[in-house]
């Protein structure tokens, strides 16, 4: 690995992580923060919301953290078992994650534009992951890569979402059409570049 694929492996892994764990931020602080600033005190009193909520950001940063040492050539090769306890983890982290995202994004700020975007986005993340698992299971190993990629690019637009919110909002002076647009800009652009990825890897499902 040359010095800018350590420099970029070295800043994926850090936004990953830190990003991962974000969502402590909502269990620990004292009152609303971000997000849940822009929804009502109806919707906050909901206790169904609230589960999904929290679930959704929770094992989704579960997911993010773990998800990104996968692509280690090294650190897979080096213990299978290991790569396998993981994968599981991480599976099963985006099945709760995917179903609480698909949820709570009929309730998303910003109203049906966002509300679909994230909706996609939670069935596209599921579709990935499962498409994944069920291809190593049947020992399609290139399938499963590929649908891996997809699933953790899916996976990133956590962090992406992070990064063009702010941008946007000083762009566009306003939050609710900001987070409009990240709703598919956080995560479109993600999986357009894992397809050209796949495609400079040379995988294929066949």
């Known amino acids: ?3 800018t694929n350590r420099v970029a492996w070295f800043v994926f892994g ?3 992580i830190a ?14 923060i971000g997000l849940l600033l822009s929804k009502s005190q109806e919707l906050l009193a909901n206790s169904i919301w609230n589960i999904g909520f929290y679930g959704h950001i929770l094992f989704g940063g579960l997911a993010l953290m773990i998800g990104w040492v996968q692509f280690s050539k090294r650190f897979r090769n080096s213990n299978l078992a290991r790569h396998r306890a993981i994968g599981k983890v991480y599976v099963g982290a985006v099945m709760v994650s995917g179903l609480c995202g698909g949820f709570i994004a009929f309730y998303a700020t910003g109203g ?9 986005l939670a069935v596209f993340w599921l579709y990935f992951t499962i498409t994944a698992y069920m291809a190593i299971r049947h020992g399609d190993i290139e399938k499963h890569k590929v ?4 699933s953790y690019a ?9 990064i063009w919110l702010p941008l946007l909002i000083l762009l566009m002076g306003s ?32």
């Open 1 to 3: 690995m040359n010095r």
């Open 14 to 16: 850090l936004l990953a």
């Open 19 to 32: 990003v991962g764990f974000y969502p402590l931020m909502y269990v620990f602080a004292q009152g609303e």
């Open 112 to 120: 049906p534009v966002a509300m679909t975007g994230f909706f996609m």
């Open 147 to 150: 649908f891996m990629i997809y």
């Open 154 to 162: 899916a996976c990133f637009g956590a962090v992406t979402l992070r």
């Open 175 to 206: 939050f609710e059409p900001a987070y409009r647009i990240v709703a598919w800009l956080a995560w479109v652009p993600n999986l357009i570049f894992a397809f050209y990825w796949v495609r400079r890897k040379g995988l294929s499902i066949g």
